[in-house]
């Protein structure tokens, strides 16, 4: 696990119903990895592994 997960994983156990994401529909630390631990799941069902490159794409409206 990178440093980031972990510190995310760690902040999330610590405050689970705090905000982390803060926009129209707020996310707390929980819902946040849960989300990244779903996309990690789906990257490992499609047997991409450490190395590969992997392209994200976010929308967003006004």
């Known amino acids: 696990m990178s440093n980031f997960v972990k510190e995310l994983q760690s902040v999330a156990m610590e405050t689970p119903g705090e905000t982390a994401v803060a926009c129209e529909e707020p996310m707390t630390f929980s819902q946040l990895w849960s989300a990244t631990d779903s996309f990690a799941g789906g990257l490992q ?18």
Do not use: P
């Open 45 to 62: 069902d499609r047997d991409i592994t450490t190395g590969d490159a992997v392209a994200a794409v976010s929308y967003t409206h006004l």
